[in-house]
């Protein structure tokens, strides 16, 4: 199928975006890699009557690391740069290891970190990897900007905390933990299909060699990323990890679908929880 037809802008400045995002009279869409947007309106479940390419700004394709060690991702950063930069791979880990298991090299290559976040589907792997680091979302339309946690960005299915004119200018992630153990294990039908179930994990260990810290957060098992709070309380005073999956099966109420029934996502969700605390502390602990 075809789109429907829209009118096509593709500025080079970011005040120039702004300012065609801020229009109320007519339905306005950024498009930066495209990969959820584009299929969306060739079906027509998407039909924006403006289409802004950020493409041409080249401020928007910024990765920076700042003095007190905030990792900052720009709107047009490719999701393949999260494997590629040293800055990521060495200082944030968990990050790089999660963006490997985006779709394929193709799709990581055109498709942005900032894109795949402000879309939001509740199985994809950034918003629950966004969630698991603290990430700091910020908020930019023509009158100024303002900054979200993770947590408070995802509403919903494909819904955000994004208000009208507003994009999302930038994703801050904060310095990681040296001493933290990070794991992401994932269930997919083919390697690359969206996730059945998958978990971000973060340990830390104590001067007395228990858990002082533990991060778990899924995507695919709600209507967005899913933090197992008691789970990670139970770690920490002292239950094993296979009890902290135990208690993930009982917490999580996914919805079923033809790929994977509810029951299946549940048991997945305690299994994949046990094995990525196991080697998360395994790499926080150093064996």
């Keep these: ?15 120039e975006v702004l300012a065609l995002l801020g229009d109320q009279d007519h339905e306005v869409r950024l ?3 495209g990969q959820s947007l584009v299929p969306m309106m060739n079906f027509r479940l998407a039909a924006p ?9 080249e401020s928007l394709r910024q990765l920076r690391h700042s003095g007190d060690g905030t990792l900052a991702i720009g709107a047009g950063v490719r999701q393949s740069a999260l494997l590629r930069e040293p800055v990521v791979t060495d200082g944030w880990p968990l990050l790089s290891e999660g963006a490997r298991h985006i779709g394929h090299p193709q799709v990581r290559s055109r498709g942005t970190v900032c894109g795949s976040l402000a879309h939001h589907d509740p199985t994809a792997e950034l918003p629950a990897l966004a969630v698991a680091l603290d990430a700091r979302m910020v908020l930019a339309s023509a009158s100024g900007t303002r900054e979200r946690s993770a ?6 299915y494909y819904t955000v905390a994004l208000e009208p004119g507003e994009m999302l200018l930038e994703v ?11 794991s992401f294990k994932e269930v997919a039908r083919r390697r690359g299909d969206f996730a059945l179930v998958g978990v971000a994990a973060l340990v830390e260990a104590g001067d007395d ?6 991060r778990l957060v899924f ?12 789970a ?22 996914p919805m079923g679908s033809i790929h994977a029934s509810a029951e299946y996502r549940r048991e997945c969700a305690g299994e994949l929880a046990a094995r990525a605390l196991s080697e998360a502390w395994e790499r926080a602990t150093g064996g």
Excluded: I, N
Aim: glycine share 8%.
């Design 232 to 253: 990670e309380q139970a770690v920490v005073s002292g239950a094993s990890f296979e009890e902290a999956g135990r208690l993930v099966s009982e917490a999580v109420r």
């Design 219 to 230: 995507c695919g098992v709600a209507e967005r990323p899913f933090r197992a709070l008691d």
């Design 172 to 182: 801050r992630f904060p310095r990681c933990p040296a001493a933290a153990g990070w």
């Design 49 to 57: 009557e403006v289409l802004v390419d950020l493409r041409r700004v």
């Design 1 to 15: 199928m075809k789109p429907a037809p829209f009118a096509y802008h593709a500025p080079d400045q970011l005040d």
């Design 151 to 156: 947590d408070e960005f995802f509403v919903s």
């Design 209 to 214: 060699g228990t858990v002082s810290r533990a």
């Design 31 to 33: 498009l930066a890699g």
